[in-house]
């Protein structure tokens, strides 16, 4: 399928880095996510009994429990998170019991071969380029092969096939029967990301020039720290677009789900941008407003009104409720956006005639700016049909 063109000012590059990296390092690096949902568990379970009876089937092992265990292990919510955990299992779970066979073969099963094999498992493990899972498997593996004890070269062969058996089965019961991807957890992440934004701007206007006393020099206001943790919705949200990412790829039950990773990647970027003005803009009114010897050329009531234009436009633009962000603004988003340029003219415009040096009106200036390149960002902020 084409790629749909982007907007004029976005480059690819801007958002690849948002979506996930999908080669082989990420695969051994993947992490089992957990049984998902009921549906997942069935599938897991039903996987993991085709495994035993062909194992039982065929296999030549005396107990052909690798089978199972393996596609237990390897069955993911997804076809890429299944490939990525398998690769690890699969290698981790073969190589634990070829070596351990061998190994407990040629010295025996004691206490001190028992601690040596479990300790040399763990140091190859460790030395692995792996996720901790996939690295846990090995010693994990060893103790299995170590507790059944020794066996012909013969049995140590199906113990390894029997895990090519599981692994095989579980890759193929998740690309036959796939979970659909579900872009709902992204999408939540997004509203409390943008509800959080919305909320650290509301305080600006709320809060500056309000104290009973300056500030202390060090102080900060009380909204200097909500800002800083916007830094950690941001994470959280992309973290969900990288699962989504992840979800998608390979499978085919994810073609019918609105809207694709890049529109996402997009709202994201914007997003993102608009939380990192909020800061610079909560920044120069904390420097700016209830410290001694400071007197702001804005005055706390046009701070307020500037604030109340800006949560006016980011509820026009960015949406409210249950609605995905961004995805289609309100009638009156062009009209706010055009009341709000005209006012920021308008303050900056008496700010310089209350004040003949350019310095003390510098702060105040700034807060201006900042207001106003938020205005812009939210004039571009995507809009999608929907």
């Given at each position: 399928?084409?790629?749909?063109?982007?907007?004029?000012?976005?480059?690819?590059?801007?958002?690849?880095?948002?979506?996930?990296?999908?080669?082989?390092?990420?695969?051994?690096?993947?992490?089992?996510?957990?049984?998902?949902?009921?549906?997942?568990?069935?599938?897991?379970?039903?996987?993991?009994?085709?495994?035993?009876?062909?194992?039982?089937?065929?296999?030549?092992?005396?107990?052909?429990?690798?089978?199972?265990?393996?596609?237990?292990?390897?069955?993911?919510?997804?076809?890429?998170?299944?490939?990525?955990?398998?690769?690890?299992?699969?290698?981790?779970?073969?190589?634990?019991?070829?070596?351990?066979?061998?190994?407990?073969?040629?010295?025996?099963?004691?206490?001190?071969?028992?601690?040596?094999?479990?300790?040399?498992?763990?140091?190859?493990?460790?030395?692995?380029?792996?996720?901790?899972?996939?690295?846990?498997?090995?010693?994990?593996?060893?103790?299995?092969?170590?507790?059944?004890?020794?066996?012909?070269?013969?049995?140590?062969?199906?113990?390894?096939?029997?895990?090519?058996?599981?692994?095989?089965?579980?890759?193929?019961?998740?690309?036959?029967?796939?979970?659909?991807?579900?872009?709902?957890?992204?999408?939540?992440?997004?509203?409390?990301?943008?509800?959080?934004?919305?909320?650290v701007t509301r305080r600006v206007g709320e809060e500056s020039a309000h104290e009973r006393a300056p500030l202390p020099a060090r102080a900060q206001h009380g909204y200097v720290y909500d800002s800083r943790r916007l830094q950690e919705f941001g994470a959280a949200t992309r973290l969900e677009l990288e699962r989504l990412g992840e979800a998608t790829t390979f499978n085919v039950r994810a073609r019918r789900m609105p809207a694709g990773l890049e529109e996402r990647a997009i709202r994201l970027r914007r997003l993102i941008g608009v939380g990192l003005q909020v800061r610079g803009l909560v920044g120069a009114a904390n420097a700016l407003y209830d410290r001694e010897g400071v007197e702001p050329t804005l005055r706390a009531g046009e701070l307020g009104e500037l604030v109340d234009g800006l949560v006016g436009l980011m509820h026009a633009t960015l949406g409210t409720g249950d609605a995905p962000v961004g995805r289609r603004a309100s009638a009156d988003a062009a009209e706010r956006s055009e009341r709000l340029a005209a006012r920021v003219q308008a303050l900056a415009s008496i700010a310089s005639a209350r004040h003949d040096q350019v310095g003390e009106m510098l702060e105040s200036v700034s807060v201006l700016g900042r207001a106003d390149h938020i205005r812009r960002q939210l004039d571009g902020y995507p809009q999608a049909e929907v």
């Open positions: 399928m084409p790629r749909k063109p982007l907007p004029a000012d976005e480059s690819r590059s801007d958002i690849e880095d948002l979506l996930p990296e999908l080669g082989l390092t990420d695969a051994f690096l993947q992490r089992p996510a957990g049984i998902g949902s009921v549906r997942h568990a069935i599938v897991i379970a039903v996987a993991a009994t085709i495994s035993w009876l062909v194992a039982d089937a065929v296999s030549e092992s005396v107990l052909p429990l690798f089978a199972p265990v393996t596609t237990l292990l390897v069955v993911q919510a997804s076809p890429w998170s299944t490939l990525g955990v398998s690769v690890q299992r699969i290698l981790g779970t073969g190589l634990g019991v070829l070596v351990a066979s061998v190994y407990v073969n040629v010295l025996g099963l004691s206490w001190w071969s028992f601690l040596i094999g479990v300790l040399a498992a763990l140091l190859i493990a460790r030395a692995l380029p792996w996720s901790i899972g996939g690295q846990l498997q090995i010693p994990v593996t060893v103790v299995f092969v170590l507790a059944i004890g020794p066996g012909s070269i013969g049995q140590d062969i199906w113990r390894v096939l029997d895990v090519v058996i599981g692994g095989v089965i579980g890759i193929v019961a998740v690309f036959a029967f796939p979970s659909r991807p579900s872009p709902e957890p992204f999408e939540r992440a997004m509203r409390l990301y943008r509800d959080a934004i919305v909320a």
